[in-house]
């Protein structure tokens, strides 16, 4: 028995040097090893235009981009807003027509979202959401299906130009948008400038076309433009005027007051509307919010019509003394008779 002890104790140490030189084949890290990511579904085929519909029959706005070839990236980096806000919607639709998802990252913001096309942006949703943006692309290309192929993209214009520094600088973003004929069908873009490059950062469609107009409540939606802060006192635009009112010149300080002529004599030479009160529309003051007061108006005095004279009566005019008949020149006295003798 102990020969056999002394026998296994070598057998036992050969052995563990082997399995030391073999190397320990115990996996120690279980449970902290991360699980291998599914591989990337291979990219499918190009799918042809979706069949048009509404007022793409026959052709749809996809067929207008289908034949145009894709801007190089590095172009795409070196747009700006506003004067590049067409031609990023443009290159979005040249991506749905080919049905391309791997350049939305280059037209796109990191968080883009889709949604309702409203500018308070309900229902939005992300772009990306682990598919690679496929459910966007797709319903982008049912929107654009539906639209005429030569349908004209409205951006509205920045006024005053001064505003077009907010949306060049990133502060603001601007909208553009294309629109049925009936106007329920809308097809939207918010662009905001983002690491410099202009991009796309909402889009607002609908995956049916509407039968009717859809009103939500809720608070004011953003302004399609920016909208420029001015000074407390200083207006930002001119009141719109009723019918039949006259613009008078501000006092000087003063705000601007519109006052249309309704009460006679209020203002020199103006006609009064007809039907108007002291309390009508038309006749009150519309004063700026915010301006300082102006002096009251005095009224003008009314003008003095002289009345015309009474014409007088005809004066009789002095009789002319009677001429007297020119008289036949006295006879010579006859000469007297001599004396007798």
Not at 16 to 41: E, S, V, W, Y
Not at 113 to 131: I, K, L, Q, S
Not at 178 to 194: H, M, P, Q, R, T
Not at 253 to 259: A, C, D, Q
Request: glycine share 8%; net charge neutral; aromatic share 4%.
């Amino acid at each position: 028995m102990l020969r056999a002890l002394h026998l296994s104790l070598p057998s036992l140490l050969v052995a563990a040097g082997l399995t030391a030189l073999a190397g320990c084949q115990t996996q120690h890290n279980i449970g902290k090893q991360p699980h291998d990511r599914a591989a990337a579904p291979a990219a499918a085929a190009p799918r042809g235009l979706p069949e048009g519909s509404a007022e793409g029959l026959p052709e749809s706005l996809l067929h207008e981009y289908a034949a145009r070839d894709a801007a190089p990236a590095a172009e795409i980096r070196s747009w700006d807003l506003p004067a590049k806000a067409k031609r990023l919607v443009v290159e979005l639709l040249i991506s749905a027509a080919h049905d391309d998802t791997s350049r939305l990252s280059e037209l796109l913001t990191t968080q883009a979202r889709w949604g309702v096309p409203d500018r308070r942006e309900f229902d939005a949703r992300p772009v990306f959401d682990n598919d690679a943006g496929r459910v966007f692309l797709d319903t982008l290309r049912g929107a654009a299906s539906r639209l005429g192929r030569k349908e004209n993209l409205n951006c509205p214009p920045i006024m005053p130009p001064v505003a077009q520094t907010y949306v060049r600088n990133g502060a603001e973003p601007m909208w553009c948008f294309y629109g049925s004929n009936d106007g329920l069908d809308i097809l939207a873009f918010k662009l905001v400038l983002e690491s410099g490059s202009a991009r796309v950062d909402y889009v607002g469609m609908l995956t049916e076309r509407p039968t009717k107009m859809s009103v939500r409540n809720g608070v004011q939606p953003p302004p399609m433009t920016p909208i420029v802060r001015r000074p407390p006192n200083t207006p930002s635009r001119m009141p719109e005027l009723p019918e039949g009112a006259i613009p008078m010149p501000p006092s000087e300080g003063g705000p601007v007051i519109i006052n249309p002529g309704a009460t006679p004599g209020a203002i020199p030479g103006a006609t009064p509307t007809p039907g108007a009160t002291p309390d009508s529309p038309v006749t009150r003051p519309i004063v700026v919010p915010g301006a300082p007061p102006a002096p009251e108006l005095t009224p003008a005095p009314k003008p003095v019509t002289p009345k015309p004279a009474e014409p007088k009566a005809a004066e009789p005019k002095p009789a002319k003394p009677a001429t007297p008949p020119a008289s036949e020149p006295a006879k010579a006295p006859a000469p007297a008779a001599p004396p007798a003798p």
